[in-house]
């Protein structure tokens, strides 16, 4: 705050000092040929009207002849002028007279902008910085080097016919060289354009370098012509830098060029290399409809605003390795006609290529793409590698057209993927093998003409809820089925197999219900069933909890085990049972059996041990086999449990009986037997399904 009130006092102080008289005299010593022309100084509301209408012609001419005297001076001279304009300029910032405003006049055939200024004294000032070099010719070398002008330069339309060397030279306020023609080589090293500085339409027909210039305003090469090496390398560009329809007949180096404001090269024509590595674009980079017929290298630069390369036209090889996209990067309907290299590239917002075509081959590998990525509908003619990539949102290759080997392996899929009627040509192959998907795929009319590569391939890394995982994606159960006509497609047993799995999972919620639902969701829509698919749910879930879906040959076996000790203590439970009844000494049950650390029971008729009979019994009626369950073993392990209908009371059993068999322990066996059957049915469909794929 205090620092603001003693900035208002300072520029309340040099306001009130200000003589503008004394001002105007020392503008006008400065400027002689002012009065030797009989001429005075321009003001406020003549000034703007100066260039381009009668009434300023005579000072127009007079300033002309008065510049070029001065130039022929020679440098010492020029800047020894230039540095007391410019204190003239800063005395009156200093005093707050020093405001204008820009405006578009039609001059002829074209536009051009001119400053209207606010005071009579800043009018004066305008006219009289300015330094016009128009359509003049310089035969030999032109030697600027170092000069400074503290207006306007204007070289429109000027020729040089040798070299031009302005290396270091400060342009106060702005460079005018639209429809220049530089014969010799050009040399803009070190130069500062604090205004604009406009070249377009000139034509540079020698090496023209502008290394480490600094655009401090607008730059405008639109329709230029660069006929040899073109070099920024180490610019700055402050403002908008404005290189559209411009023409690189031969090598461009931009790299480490930093553009603050937005770079525009669209339409622009790149006939040779260009180099664009380490460069940073702050705000927009618009290269659409660009031609680059040479090597384009963009590797290292960073984007950090939009990239706009759509319809662009890469005929040569185009290195984008390690580039940095902080915003939406597109490549829409660009065209690469040979290879293109997006190795290790991040996109930090969304990547669109769609449409776009590759001819050679297109590497992606190690890239990551953070936002959305869109290949809809592009071709890939030669070999696509996306080996390694990650992809963090959505992943869309609908429509999308592969020639030649393309490659996803190790790719991870974070978001929804969709490879949607997307087409393997004739001699293509498609392997992903080890990509992750952490949601299902979406392949539905997807079509390859040899079988795609699913070799440990991960889906549905998402965790799930239990058994009961709810699904509300219709198009999911769907998904599942189309990887699974791609594994078997492909002959993959394994993958097979985990899709089909899948696809019993999905439906569940949405296809296939637990319980009953209502008739009508409402009365505008058509009545459905009242327990759709229950019989497919409940037996999924019991595929799924006995056999993990034909998969696990261990899980019948541990269940069967389970069973047969269940049911084994029922036999036990109705021996005690039985035992009580005939008033022997045994634990009142089961579990008061197993308290007293399970110690042998005494057969009720015949020789054994009760607890060992039970579990036999229990065992073969597990196996289902006739030859273990018939013969002469069970009648004894029944006589042993449950007694006989003869009244035996020793441990030797007679030729002729007839054990007990109580009703509880028929209907058991009955259920028992039941699930035997289909625990042993589902370790045979996995022995099965595990040697298919061996």
């Known amino acids: 705050m205090a620092n603001s009130e003693a900035g208002l006092e300072h520029g309340r102080t040099a306001a009130a000092r200000f003589d503008q008289r004394d001002w105007m005299q020392r503008l006008l010593d400065l400027n002689p040929w002012l009065g030797a022309n009989g001429l005075s100084a321009p003001r406020r509301s003549d000034w703007h009207e100066l260039r381009g209408h009668c009434t300023g012609e005579t000072f127009l001419a007079a300033r002309k002849a008065a510049t070029e005297a001065r130039a022929r001076a020679g440098k010492n001279e020029w800047n020894r002028w230039a540095n007391a304009m410019q204190t003239l300029a800063d005395e009156l910032r200093a005093a707050g007279r020093w405001g204008s405003e820009r405006r578009q006049r039609l001059v002829g055939e074209k536009y051009v902008y001119l400053r209207r200024a606010d005071n009579d004294e800043l009018a004066a000032f305008f006219a009289l910085a300015e330094a016009d070099f128009t359509e003049l010719l310089f035969e030999g070398e032109a030697d600027f080097r170092e000069w400074r002008f503290p207006g306007v330069a204007f070289f429109e339309g000027a020729t040089f016919g040798g070299k031009a060397i302005f290396g270091g030279a400060h342009f106060l306020g702005g460079a005018d060289f639209r429809e220049a023609t530089f014969r010799g080589e050009t040399i803009f090293a070190g130069a500062t354009f604090r205004g604009g500085a406009r070249f377009s339409g000139a034509t540079f027909r020698a090496i023209a370098l502008f290394t480490s210039a600094q655009f401090r305003s607008a730059a405008d090469f ?6 040899d090496s073109a070099v920024f390398s180490g610019a700055l560009f402050v403002s908008t830098a ?42 927009r980079a618009v290269f659409g409809a660009a031609l680059f017929r040479g090597w384009a290298g963009f590797s290292g630069a960073t984007f950090r605003d939009a990239a706009d390369f759509d319809s662009a036209r890469l005929q040569a090889e185009a290195m984008f390795e390690r580039v940095v996209f902080r915003d939406t990067a597109s490549f829409r309907s660009a065209h690469f006609e040979a290879r293109a290299a997006f190795g290790e590239v991040e996109f930090r917002g969304w990547a669109g290529f769609t449409s776009a075509e590759f001819k050679q081959r297109a590497v992606f590998r190690g890239a990551r793409f953070r936002g959305n990525a869109g290949f809809g509908e592009a071709m890939f003619f ?24 393309s490659s996803f392996g190790a790719a991870c899929f974070h978001g929804y993927t969709s490879f949607e009627a997307a087409q393997g040509k004739e001699g293509s192959s498609f392997a992903m093998g080890r990509a ?27 965790p799930r809820v239990g058994l009961w995982r709810i699904n509300r994606d219709k198009d ?3 998904r599942w089925r189309n990887l699974k006509r791609l594994a078997i497609q492909g002959h993959d047993h394994q993958r097979e197999l985990d899709f089909f799995a899948g696809e019993i999972r999905a439906r569940r919620y949405v296809e296939d219900f637990p ?15 009242l327990w759709p698919n229950a019989a497919q749910y409940w037996l999924g879930i019991l595929f799924q909890l006995f056999s993990n879906f034909g998969r696990s040959m261990m899980r019948p076996i541990l269940w069967w085990s389970v069973f047969v000790a269940l049911f084994a203590g029922v036999n036990l439970q109705a021996h005690l049972t039985e035992a009580a009844t005939l008033r022997r000494a045994a634990p009142a049950n089961v579990f008061e059996w197993v308290a007293e ?28 086999f006739t030859g273990l369950v018939g013969g002469a073993r069970t009648p004894q392990t029944y006589a042993c449990l449950y007694g006989t209908t003869e009244a035996i009371n020793g441990p030797t059993l007679p030729g002729q009986y007839t054990p007990v068999v109580p009703p509880t322990v028929t209907y058991v066996a009955m259920g028992h037997l039941l699930l ?13 399904n595990h040697f298919r794929i061996r």
Not at 222 to 227: C, H, I, P, Q, V
Not at 383 to 400: G, H, I, N, P, S
Not at 517 to 524: A, D, Q
């Open 436 to 462: 992750e998907f952490y949601g299902v795929p979406n392949f539905i009319q997807a079509h390859f003409r040899e079988a795609p590569r699913l070799d440990d391939v991960k889906v549905g890394l998402r």
């Open 476 to 478: 999911v159960a769907a």
């Open 597 to 624: 650390g399970a110690p042998a029971l005494k057969c009720i008729a015949g020789r054994g041990e009760a607890g060992a009979e039970a579990l036999y019994l229990s065992a073969a009626r597990g196996l289902v």
């Open 242 to 283: 404005g290189f559209g329809k411009t023409t690189f007949r031969d090598q461009a180096n931009f790299s480490e060029v930093t553009f603050r404001g937005r770079s525009i090269f669209g339409s622009a024509v790149f006939r040779e290399k260009v180099d664009f590595r380490g460069a940073v674009f702050r705000q």
């Open 382 to 405: 030669s070999r696509a590698d996306f080996r390694d990539t990650v992809f963090e949102l959505r992943a869309e290759f609908v429509q999308a057209q592969f020639f030649g080997v």
């Open 515 to 529: 319980l009953p639902g209502r008739w009508r969701r409402s009365w505008k829509k058509a009545w459905r069933p």
């Open 676 to 688: 035997s059957v289909g625990l042993i049915t589902l370790f045979l469909l996995a022995l099965r």
């Open 222 to 227: 639109r329709g230029a012509t660069l006929r």
